[in-house]
């Protein structure tokens, strides 16, 4: 890095952050957008963005520093809550006005230094945009400079500011099998609060949310979107503060006591994850699926396909055996599955989720000649082999427990609450993080296993060690026993489950390479589901599996086909229900769904991905293969239409001069095929030949349907 001055830009992947200041005070953000000309005039740019002083107020204008301090008159959420007790035991140093003291630019990224000598800190603020893909990374970090403990209460990475002539605020809450549901609300004159205490991402919150514009859509207006990119607990605030400022922050949500920073100490924030467009929420979301593709995901192997899963969860639950894994690992083969994955059940005293957790062993009841022959059995299939794991929890029914119950998080004088029948290991104790890695490490080197569904099925409850809160330690341990593993297993694969979708966010997926998306293998529900997380994350990291009829967790009755071909364009395709009890037709319907995503996978988990703006009670989606020559769109219908035709649908993505050919694919399942006479060109053998401009403005019609079904349209671009 060379020394900088204010103003300054950052650029990168066509995204230009514009930071300014009023003498050594912290910089605020003048613009973030669209690449600026390189001979903007940016002091001009902050000028013309200066607050008057305001009625009422302090006699000098707000400047809204990308690190809110109450010392400079932000009567908003400030970026720092900390304080430091005197030997009287009066606080101290809870007050800041920090000073910059150096900058360290690159041209895509910047380190801004600061100090309060008065509070005895430091600071240093973090800035960088990737050339792929534009999306800023920000962070903060906070230096102890005095003789005695800080007491950090919250630290928050960066403000983003926001337009203050916003619309939206969108954000994501659920629940358990619900997950991903979208809230949009007029953006508030105060603040909206996010957060989790559930010592993860959480069912309940995602730490994301979207600013919109009056006019945005998927294809139009201006958006910006933000993500906190930690696996633990959270908050975000998005915040209007006095004079008209808008911005967003986020942090950690530390436990009463949980950060003390000692003398000579810091404390740092994770990652800040912020990507805007002015050509709607579609381009926000490339920018983050571009980051995810190329500066997050760690694959083994890039450039192979992600394989086929069959899991046998919904097929048996617990009741695993030999003879019953094998005869599920022929029928999964046959229909053309390329991994097969023994999920919960096969150590000791596992015949349901009230015991065993911890005691990582092979269960010899179930396996009386280990693990060998099942997955010699399953590689001659011609499969990779993967294994569910809970490391991370214990049963108090297990003999780890039994012999280490100091090793459960706790707090001394009040009984712990179980979940789910157990309790949560402390993996930020070494000792437990040590038996953790020999444990699964001596199942990994003994057998060729290739993924590992590493699943977290319960919230953390009073999150204690020796009597103080230690949930913030939880995630770096969890992250670093991951690395460890990978290390030593580098071809072994990991998912990120937590009983479904609790634990989905950058943080995890740069240790990890597969999300579970929930537990609710309802396709009617997924496909819900995997829009709104696609905001964020690209289809290729979410499982999306074949489950049974009816689903074990809605009761909807849904016809394979629709189960079958939802998988196939969902995500990474998988299997979760017993084969052997299908009918013929169900089978060859899996089979031939399952061979169509193969054809198409190089596309859906590689191409750019359009959420398609259609009438309801259709929802549809197109990913355009990288080289712009194919393409795969995808229209659901949820419930019966209101009207007597089948509704004008709209594609995007595509170049308006091309001409493309257009048809309903020969693989659309029967109960998407049109059971009403209709003329559509889409359906003959040279299919609809139109420019992508006419296919992005005019459209064409879809046939009328039933309620849960599908149509799977293929394209390619013609002379």
């Given at each position: 890095?060379?020394p900088a001055r204010f103003?300054?830009?950052?650029?990168?992947?066509?995204?230009?952050?514009?930071?300014?200041?009023?003498g050594?005070?912290?910089?605020?953000i003048?613009?973030?957008?669209?690449?600026l000309?390189?001979?903007?005039d940016l002091a001009g740019?902050?000028?013309?963005q200066?607050f008057?002083?305001?009625?009422?107020?302090?006699?000098?204008?707000?400047?809204?520093?990308v690190?809110p301090?109450?010392?400079?008159?932000h009567?908003?959420t400030?970026?720092?809550?900390?304080f430091?007790?005197?030997?009287?035991?009066?606080s101290?140093?809870?007050?800041?006005?920090?000073q910059?003291?150096?900058?360290d630019?690159?041209?895509?990224s910047a380190?801004?230094?600061?100090?309060?000598?008065?509070?005895a800190?430091?600071?240093v603020?973090r800035?960088s945009?990737?050339s792929?893909?534009?999306?800023?990374r920000a962070?903060?970090?906070?230096d102890?400079?005095?003789d005695r403990?800080?007491?950090?209460?919250?630290?928050?990475a960066?403000a983003?500011?926001?337009?203050?002539?916003?619309?939206?605020?969108?954000?994501?809450a659920?629940?358990w099998?619900a997950?991903?549901?979208?809230?949009?609300l007029?953006?508030?004159?105060?603040g909206?609060?996010?957060?989790s205490?559930a010592?993860?991402t959480?069912?309940?919150?995602?730490?994301?949310l979207?600013?919109l514009?009056a006019?945005a859509?998927e294809?139009?207006?201006?958006?910006?979107?933000?993500?906190f990119?930690?696996?633990g607990?959270?908050?975000m605030v998005?915040?209007e503060?006095?004079?008209g400022?808008?911005?967003?922050?986020?942090g950690?949500?530390h436990?009463?006591g949980?950060?003390?920073?000692?003398?000579g100490?810091?404390l740092?924030t994770?990652?800040?994850?912020?990507?805007?467009?002015?050509?709607?929420?579609?381009?926000t979301?490339?920018?983050?699926?571009?980051?995810?593709?190329?500066?997050i995901?760690r694959?083994?192997?890039?450039d192979?396909?992600?394989p086929?899963?069959?899991?046998?969860?919904?097929?048996?639950?617990f009741?695993?055996?030999?003879?019953?894994l094998?005869?599920?690992?022929?029928?999964?083969?046959?229909?053309?599955a390329?991994?097969?994955?023994?999920?919960?059940?096969w150590f000791?005293?596992r015949r349901n989720?009230?015991a065993?957790l911890?005691d990582?062993e092979?269960d010899?009841a179930?396996?009386p000649?280990?693990?060998?022959?099942l997955?010699?059995?399953?590689?001659?299939l011609?499969?990779?082999f993967?294994?569910?794991?809970e490391?991370?929890m214990?049963?108090?029914d297990?003999?780890?427990?039994?012999?280490h119950p100091d090793?459960a998080?706790?707090?001394?004088?009040?009984?712990?609450?179980?979940?789910?029948?157990?309790?949560?290991?402390?993996?930020?104790?070494p000792?437990v993080?040590?038996?953790?890695?020999?444990?699964?490490?001596a199942?990994?080197?003994a057998?060729?296993?290739?993924?590992?569904?590493?699943?977290?099925?319960r919230v953390?409850?009073?999150?204690?060690?020796d009597?103080r809160p230690?949930a913030?330690e939880?995630?770096?341990?969890?992250?670093?026993?991951l690395?460890?593993?990978?290390?030593?297993?580098?071809?072994?694969?990991v998912e990120?489950?937590?009983?479904g979708?609790?634990?989905?966010?950058f943080?995890?997926?740069?240790?990890?390479?597969?999300?579970?998306?929930?537990?609710?293998?309802d396709?009617?529900?997924?496909?819900?589901?995997?829009?709104e997380?696609?905001?964020f994350?690209?289809?290729?990291?979410f499982g999306?599996h074949v489950?049974p009829?009816?689903?074990h967790?809605?009761?909807?009755?849904l016809?394979m086909?629709?189960?079958a071909?939802?998988?196939?364009?969902g995500g990474?395709?998988?299997?979760?229900?017993?084969?052997?009890?299908l009918?013929?037709?169900?089978?060859?319907?899996?089979r031939?769904?399952?061979?169509?995503h193969?054809?198409?996978?190089?596309?859906?988990?590689a191409?750019r991905?359009h959420r398609?703006?259609?009438?309801?009670?259709v929802?549809?989606?197109?990913?355009?293969a990288?080289?712009?020559?194919?393409?795969?769109?995808a229209?659901m219908?949820?419930?019966t239409?209101?009207?007597?035709s089948?509704p004008?649908?709209?594609l995007?993505?595509?170049?308006p001069?091309?001409?493309?050919?257009?048809?309903?694919?020969?693989d659309?399942?029967?109960?998407?095929r049109p059971?009403?006479?209709?003329?559509?060109p889409?359906?003959?053998?040279d299919?609809?030949v139109?420019?992508?401009r006419?296919?992005?403005?005019?459209?064409?019609r879809?046939?009328?349907?039933?309620p849960d079904r599908?149509w799977?349209?293929?394209?390619e671009?013609?002379?």
């Open positions: 890095m060379t103003p300054l830009r950052i650029d990168g992947g066509g995204t230009t952050l514009v930071l300014a200041a009023a050594a005070e912290l910089p605020f003048t613009y973030l957008g669209p690449s000309p390189r001979e903007e740019l902050a000028a013309a200066a008057p002083v305001a009625h009422a107020g302090p006699d000098a204008p707000y400047r809204p520093s690190f301090e109450a010392g400079r008159a009567m908003g400030p970026a720092l809550e900390a430091s007790l005197a030997a009287d035991g009066t101290r140093r809870w007050v800041t006005r920090f910059v003291t150096g900058i630019w690159t041209g895509s380190s801004i230094s600061a100090e309060d000598g008065p509070a800190l430091g600071l603020l800035f945009l990737a792929g893909t534009g999306v800023l962070s903060s970090r906070i102890n400079r005095g403990p800080l007491v950090v209460n919250w630290l928050a960066p983003i500011p926001v337009p203050r002539d916003d619309a939206t605020l969108v954000s994501w659920g629940r099998c997950e991903f549901q979208r809230e949009a007029s953006w508030p004159r105060g909206r609060l996010l957060e205490r010592g993860r959480s069912h309940e919150a995602f730490p994301g979207l600013s514009a006019d859509g294809t139009r207006g201006r958006a910006l979107g933000v993500h990119g930690w696996s607990n959270w908050r998005a915040e503060v006095p004079p400022h808008r911005h967003i922050l986020a950690v949500l436990l009463p949980e950060a003390v920073v000692p003398p100490g810091h740092e994770p990652t800040l994850f912020a990507a805007v467009s002015e050509q709607g929420i579609g381009a979301s490339h920018a983050f699926h571009a980051e995810v593709r190329r500066e995901l694959m083994p192997s890039p192979a396909p992600r086929v899963h069959f899991n046998s969860w919904e097929a048996v639950y009741d695993l055996s030999v003879p019953v094998k005869e599920l690992a022929d029928a999964a083969a046959a229909v053309g390329e991994r097969f994955v023994v999920d919960d059940g000791p005293g989720d009230h065993g911890g990582w092979i010899r179930k396996f000649d280990g693990l060998g022959p997955v010699d059995h399953v590689r001659a011609g499969m990779g993967g294994l569910w794991v490391p991370e214990v049963n108090p297990s003999d780890l427990y039994r012999a090793w998080l706790q707090v001394p004088g009040h009984a712990q609450e179980t979940a789910r029948h157990q309790l949560v290991l402390d993996i930020a104790n000792a993080a040590e038996y953790l890695f020999e444990r699964l490490d199942i990994l080197s057998h060729p296993i290739d993924y590992l569904k590493w699943d977290m099925n953390l409850l009073m999150p204690g060690r009597g230690v913030a939880q995630p770096p341990a969890l992250y670093e026993l690395d460890r593993l990978r290390a030593r297993h580098p071809g072994t694969e990120s489950c937590s009983s979708g609790g634990r989905i966010d943080g995890v997926l740069a240790h990890t390479q597969r999300f579970w998306l929930s537990d609710n293998n396709a009617h529900d997924r496909w819900r589901m995997n829009r997380a696609s905001v994350f690209p289809p290729e990291v999306h489950g009829a009816p689903c967790t809605s009761g909807r009755r016809d086909g629709f189960r071909y939802s998988a196939a364009v990474h395709m998988g299997l979760e229900l017993d084969l052997r009890a009918t013929a037709e169900e089978t060859a319907t899996v031939a769904a399952i061979a169509f193969k054809r198409w996978r190089d596309v859906l988990h191409g991905f398609l703006e259609t009438e309801a009670p929802t549809g989606q197109l990913t355009l990288a080289d712009g020559r194919r393409f795969l769109a229209f219908q949820s419930d239409q209101g009207r007597g089948g004008v649908v709209r995007a993505g595509l170049e001069s091309a001409r493309y050919r257009l048809r309903i694919s020969a659309t399942p029967p109960g998407g059971h009403r006479g209709v003329a559509s889409l359906l003959g053998p299919g609809l139109a420019s992508g006419a296919l992005m403005s005019a459209g064409f879809l046939p009328t349907g039933w599908i799977i349209l293929e394209g671009t013609v002379a």
